[in-house]
């Protein structure tokens, strides 16, 4: 059980099944070498996530930084902070855009609006988790590490208000 400001949480993914859930999407994540792509992650949640992803990938990317922000809380605020913006050098390339997390999309569709406008060769969205009882936008998800139900989850990169980024499991609210 994990204390984070008001709320206990209590497991939901060990280090183990993070681990192979990582390794998988990796290996899925071959059929992509010859795109050269560049990846784009999404900070601050994904960063330990995509630390972990691309040095289990077999082969080397070229990495950049956006930070988004649409939490507040446990609920989707539905608006969209941009904090630290576009990269450049996006014209013509395939970028892979790694987030920790899906929930309503809305990040995500921000996001991807924003990318198009860069006139990129191909973008493919990578989520560690998914929640498809929350997601309901057109875009495809390429690639998903696990799907979860509608639970408010931290640990491994994700918080709550802040807190809990470091835990190196992945832990549920626990609904008292
Ligand atoms: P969306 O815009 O509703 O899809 O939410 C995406 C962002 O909200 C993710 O990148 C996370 O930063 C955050 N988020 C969504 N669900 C959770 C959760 O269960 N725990 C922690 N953060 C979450
Ligand atoms: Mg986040």
């Given at each position: 059980?994990?204390?984070?400001?008001?709320k206990t949480f209590e497991?939901?993914?060990?280090?183990?099944?993070?681990?192979?859930?990582?390794?998988?999407?990796?290996?899925?994540?071959?059929?992509?070498?010859?795109?050269?792509?560049?990846?784009?992650?999404?900070?601050?949640?994904?960063?330990?996530?995509?630390?972990?992803?691309?040095?289990?990938?077999?082969?080397?990317?070229?990495?950049?930084?956006?930070?988004?922000?649409?939490?507040?809380?446990t609920?989707?605020?539905?608006?969209?902070?941009?904090?630290?913006?576009?990269?450049?050098?996006?014209?013509?390339?395939?970028?892979?855009?790694?987030?920790?997390?899906?929930?309503?999309?809305?990040?995500?569709?921000?996001?991807?609006?924003?990318?198009?406008?860069?006139?990129?060769?191909?973008?493919?969205?990578?989520?560690?988790?998914?929640?498809?009882?929350?997601?309901?936008?057109?875009?495809?998800?390429?690639?998903?590490?696990?799907?979860?139900?509608?639970e408010f989850v931290v640990?491994?990169?994700?918080?709550y208000?802040?807190?809990?980024?470091?835990?190196?499991?992945?832990y549920k609210l626990k609904i008292?």
């Amino acid at each position: 059980m994990v204390q984070l400001h008001d709320k206990t949480f209590e497991p939901f993914l060990s280090e183990l099944e993070i681990q192979e859930i990582v390794k998988e999407m990796a290996h899925k994540m071959g059929v992509l070498k010859d795109e050269k792509p560049l990846f784009i992650i999404i900070l601050k949640g994904s960063f330990i996530f995509a630390s972990d992803l691309v040095k289990a990938l077999d082969y080397d990317v070229e990495l950049c930084f956006m930070q988004l922000k649409s939490y507040e809380g446990t609920q989707s605020s539905g608006k969209i902070k941009d904090i630290m913006g576009i990269p450049q050098q996006i014209k013509g390339r395939t970028l892979v855009v790694v987030e920790d997390i899906i929930d309503t999309g809305n990040t995500l569709e921000y996001l991807n609006q924003h990318l198009l406008a860069e006139q990129p060769q191909k973008i493919y969205y990578a989520s560690l988790l998914l929640k498809p009882s929350v997601y309901k936008k057109p875009l495809t998800i390429d690639f998903v590490g696990k799907e979860i139900p509608n639970e408010f989850v931290v640990g491994y990169g994700l918080d709550y208000e802040e807190l809990g980024r470091t835990l190196t499991q992945i832990y549920k609210l626990k609904i008292s």
